[in-house]
């Protein structure tokens, strides 16, 4: 074949010479001396210019090596058909992409995980995944290859490994593979292979895991040695009962041991996959176990057969066991624990239960004793049953009974498996996921209750205008307007928890927060409490409202101080934490990044275990009644999240405790930075006139609304909703100003203002809500609108609106 070459990245043809071309050569090469010296009869003349020939054709062949000649563009452009043929038979999941982010080829399994083959690295919607696919996309561009452990795709969980390739390194190639999952089954077998086979081989214990057709798949070294001779034979694959022999007294012989052998003591113990495990009902898998994969441990039988000697050696065999069993008697008696069973149940080392139940809650004893009657009487078999431990009794669990013969008083097998990592992700779940609920329903609440306490305070702007101070009502109505305003502070943070408040972000750093808000918490924190403050160095800026901030520092002293009822220090430290800290911190949850972090920390008496996970609940204390609304934390908590960024708490009781928030780092900051706002010039005056439609389907919020306006010197025309908004719309010419509600049934004021811009393009708009202004743009995406957060006095709704009309010259131009 024809060999090729890269020279220039550009892709040569090289030939190689036939294994006739010498011979040939050399035999023209005589032939012409010949004729040479026939017609001149000179034999020097003949002999010159045969070597003449030979060397004219070696330097022509010297001349194709060295400038080979070069492809076609048809013939160096790659034939992606082949690699599709390729993966394809591998069932490897691929993908290739040219410089341009072009998709050039993907296996038919990529296209099956991922379908409608989207572009690496936009292969799924998670923005947070595209990001760290671009990220190591672009280290493979740098250095050549790059990988990404540990990507979700549903159920499954990929390595992404990329790599530069073709001629020019002009394509990525895209491989997933997945990550498969370890089984008891990996386990048993690492266990047989390594050290504690080995240590079963000497203590003269014979182990093997055969599959449910019978075949071997691992055995230790004893067992290889004495069925088979050689200590490394290989076994694996071959009939067990191929090895075995029994006699006509039914006792089991190994066939390599004719005559000199001693008879065995068979003990199974089923092996069942992950998909069978679990706290399911009692006799799940029962059938399926007899058939599956099984442990079998073949020991020697002493002399006169007793069980109760090979009792020890089996006990001997359970206390190696990384797996937690125990064995108990006919009459549900424990004999015998080995350490992961005793540490899987909570157990004191050294002690040991006298029955089963003596594990569980009261609720499950009579189940557990029932369980242990029926698998030491009945017929060999195995199952599970769902237990909660007496030391976790929120937690259910799967304990896995097994019924045993031939070991003396032993006639079930227990096993119970230590998932308290998995318990602890569950429980990470469950709060993740109440969080959420609980946020979603104090946002629909805060919404609902700001438009009362609009009217509320509304209906009092009103009344004290029509009062003055010393009046016997002003004092009674300043109260309520006060209590009023209390109650609209405890709404905003609820919206802060549900990440539903309006924030005003800035451009700022991290140290000058913490000075601003430093004297005021020398007063808060009292004399007993030392406050003390440190930065470091490099720390980038952030984009976030510094008022909330100042709101998350005070809530978070104002929780230390209480925590030290006789004084102590609460520290407060600002540092840079980059991405390459954030990777060596592998912490799951906080995606690599830059990050400028604030640690709040005391030296108080700490948040027990089981109160940590609960402490960003709202409504949530351990104050005495009447000193705490349990808002604070989850003040906290919503205003970071929202804010873009995370919150962990740490605490050991007696040694106080820590909250530490990560704020990403704002990447435009040196150019916001170096603009200059001019603020807007402040003005006083709220009298004025013109024509307002106002759209609001709360009666008490448009009363309360119409008669403020209508007092600063303003025409009023209201609607119930968005479509009756657009009616009264098409009837009057010469509306000025539309103030609408965001949320109407029917339709709502986007979608009503969207139709009314189509006749009034002009036309300036006041929304009213009482969500956050930040996410309400984000799903509104209408030019020339102002906003208005509930609730609102009747001078906030009067300057608000003076400003919104003010927008009408700008528009016009």
């Known amino acids: 074949m024809a060999a090729r070459l890269k020279k220039d990245d550009e892709t040569w043809l090289v030939k190689p010479a036939s294994p006739f071309t010498l011979p040939l050569l050399i035999g023209a090469a005589l032939l012409s001396a010949g004729l040479v010296f026939y017609a001149a009869g000179s034999a020097p003349l003949a002999a010159g210019f045969a070597a003449s020939i030979i060397i004219i054709a070696a330097l022509m062949s010297w001349h194709r090596r060295l400038y080979p000649a070069q492809l076609s563009d048809r013939e160096a452009t790659p034939d992606w058909t082949v690699a599709r043929a390729a993966a394809a038979a591998s069932n490897i999941a691929m993908a290739v992409t040219d410089r341009a982010g072009r998709l050039v080829c993907a296996s038919d399994l990529f296209g099956e995980w991922f379908p409608g083959y989207p572009t690496p690295p936009g292969i799924t919607g998670?923005?947070?995944?595209?990001?760290?696919?671009?990220?190591?996309?672009?280290?493979?561009?740098?250095?050549?290859?790059?990988?990404?452990?540990?990507?979700?795709?549903?159920?499954?969980?990929?390595?992404?490994?990329?790599?530069?390739?073709?001629?020019?390194?002009?394509?990525?190639?895209?491989?997933?593979?997945?990550?498969?999952?370890?089984?008891?089954?990996?386990?048993?077998?690492?266990?047989?292979?390594?050290?504690?086979?080995?240590?079963?081989?000497?203590?003269?214990?014979?182990?093997?895991?055969?599959?449910?057709?019978?075949?071997?798949?691992?055995?230790?070294?004893?067992?290889?040695?004495?069925?088979?001779?050689?200590?490394?034979?290989?076994?694996?694959?071959?009939?067990?009962?191929?090895?075995?022999?029994?006699?006509?007294?039914?006792?089991?012989?190994?066939?390599?041991?004719?005559?000199?052998?001693?008879?065995?003591?068979?003990?199974?113990?089923?092996l069942r996959r992950a998909s069978q495990q679990g706290g399911g009902q009692m006799g799940s898998g029962q059938a399926g176990a007899q058939d599956g994969p099984m442990l079998?441990?073949?020991?020697?039988?002493?002399?006169?057969?007793?069980?109760?000697?090979?009792?020890?050696?089996?006990?001997?065999?359970?206390?190696?066991?990384?797996?937690?069993?125990?064995?108990?008697?006919?009459?549900?008696?424990?004999?015998?624990?080995?350490?992961?069973?005793?540490?899987?149940?909570?157990?004191?080392?050294?002690?040991?239960?006298?029955?089963?139940?003596?594990?569980?809650?009261?609720e499950d004893q009579a189940a557990v004793a029932d369980a242990v009657r029926r698998f030491a009487a009945g017929p060999q078999m195995s199952g599970d049953i769902a237990v909660r431990m007496r030391d976790q009794p929120d937690e259910s669990i799967a304990l896995s009974l097994a019924g045993v013969r031939g070991l003396g008083e032993a006639a079930v097998l227990l096993s119970l498996k230590d998932n308290s990592e998995e318990s602890k992700l569950k429980r990470q779940v469950a709060q993740a996921t109440k969080m959420q609920a609980?946020?979603?329903?104090?946002?629909?609440?805060?919404?609902?209750?700001?438009?009362?306490?609009?009217?509320?305070?509304?209906?009092?702007?009103?009344?004290?205008?029509?009062?003055?101070?010393?009046?016997?009502?002003?004092?009674?109505?300043?109260q309520v307007k006060s209590n009023s305003n209390r109650a609209a502070g405890l709404t905003r943070q609820l919206l802060a928890f549900s990440r539903q408040q309006t924030l005003r972000p800035q451009i700022l750093q991290l140290p000058d927060i913490v000075s601003d808000v430093s004297n005021l918490l020398k007063r808060l924190l009292g004399e007993n409490v030392r406050l003390d403050v440190s930065h470091g160095r490099n720390l980038g800026a952030l984009r976030a409202d510094?008022?909330?901030?100042?709101?998350?520092?005070?809530?978070?002293?104002?929780?230390?101080?209480?925590?030290?009822?006789?004084?102590?220090?609460?520290?407060?430290?600002?540092?840079?934490?980059?991405?390459?800290?954030?990777?060596?911190?592998?912490?799951?949850?906080?995606p690599v990044g830059d990050y400028t972090a604030l640690r709040v920390s005391d030296t108080g008496l700490g948040i027990p275990p089981d109160i940590l996970s609960k402490i960003f609940e709202p409504f949530f204390t351990t104050k005495e009644l009447g000193k705490g609304t349990g808002l604070g934390l989850s003040t906290v908590y919503g205003i970071v999240k929202q804010s873009g960024g995370y919150i962990?708490?740490?605490?050991?009781?007696?040694?106080?405790?820590?909250?530490?928030?990560?704020?990403?780092?704002?990447?435009?900051?040196?150019?916001?930075?170096?603009?200059?706002?001019?603020?807007?010039?402040?003005?006083?005056?709220?009298?004025?006139?013109?024509?307002?439609?106002?759209?609001?389907?709360?009666?008490?919020?448009?009363?309360?609304?119409?008669?403020a306006l209508t007092r600063q010197g303003y025409k009023v025309l209201t609607a119930n909703d968005g479509e009756q908004g657009l009616e009264v719309l098409a009837a009057h010419d010469g509306i000025d100003l539309l103030i609408s509600d965001v949320v109407m049934p029917n339709m709502d004021g986007p979608a009503m203002v969207t139709q009314a811009r189509q006749t009034h393009p002009q036309l300036p708009v006041l929304f009213m809500s009482g969500y956050a202004e930040e996410q309400l743009r984000k799903s509104i995406d209408i030019a020339n609108v102002a906003f208005l957060p509930k609730p609102f006095s009747v001078n906030q709704l009067a300057e608000a609106t003076r400003d919104a009309l003010a927008m009408r010259p700008a528009a016009a131009e």
């Open 648 to 707: 962990f708490a740490e605490s050991e009781l007696g040694r106080g405790a820590s909250f530490v928030i990560y704020l990403p780092v704002y990447a435009g900051a040196d150019v916001d930075l170096s603009a200059t706002v001019q603020p807007p010039a402040h003005r006083t005056e709220t009298w004025g006139t013109g024509t307002i439609l106002l759209v609001e389907d709360e009666d008490m919020v448009r009363a309360v609304a119409e008669r």
């Open 546 to 590: 510094p008022g909330q901030l100042e709101q998350v520092i005070v809530n978070l002293a104002v929780n230390a101080r209480d925590a030290m009822p006789e004084g102590g220090t609460l520290n407060i430290q600002t540092y840079a934490v980059p991405a390459a800290k954030v990777r060596e911190m592998r912490q799951q949850i906080l």
């Open 126 to 270: 998670d923005t947070v995944l595209t990001e760290g696919l671009s990220q190591t996309a672009r280290a493979a561009w740098r250095d050549g290859d790059a990988r990404l452990e540990g990507m979700t795709l549903g159920a499954m969980r990929l390595d992404v490994d990329i790599a530069r390739t073709g001629r020019s390194e002009d394509y990525l190639l895209w491989r997933f593979t997945p990550v498969r999952q370890p089984s008891a089954l990996d386990d048993v077998h690492r266990f047989l292979t390594g050290e504690a086979g080995r240590q079963l081989g000497e203590a003269g214990i014979m182990a093997v895991m055969i599959g449910g057709e019978g075949r071997i798949r691992a055995a230790n070294g004893a067992f290889m040695l004495r069925a088979a001779g050689r200590i490394d034979a290989n076994i694996s694959g071959r009939d067990f009962a191929s090895h075995m022999r029994v006699d006509d007294k039914g006792r089991l012989f190994l066939a390599r041991e004719e005559n000199g052998g001693l008879p065995l003591r068979l003990l199974q113990v089923p």
């Open 438 to 478: 609980i946020g979603q329903l104090a946002g629909g609440v805060a919404h609902d209750f700001n438009n009362i306490l609009t009217a509320i305070i509304g209906h009092c702007d009103l009344m004290l205008m029509r009062h003055t101070p010393g009046d016997s009502d002003y004092d009674d109505l300043q």
């Open 296 to 362: 079998l441990l073949l020991i020697d039988e002493p002399a006169g057969g007793g069980g109760t000697s090979a009792l020890s050696y089996i006990e001997t065999l359970l206390s190696l066991l990384p797996f937690g069993l125990a064995m108990a008697d006919r009459d549900g008696r424990i004999l015998f624990v080995n350490k992961a069973f005793a540490r899987a149940s909570g157990l004191e080392s050294g002690t040991k239960p006298s029955y089963p139940g003596d594990l569980v809650v009261r």
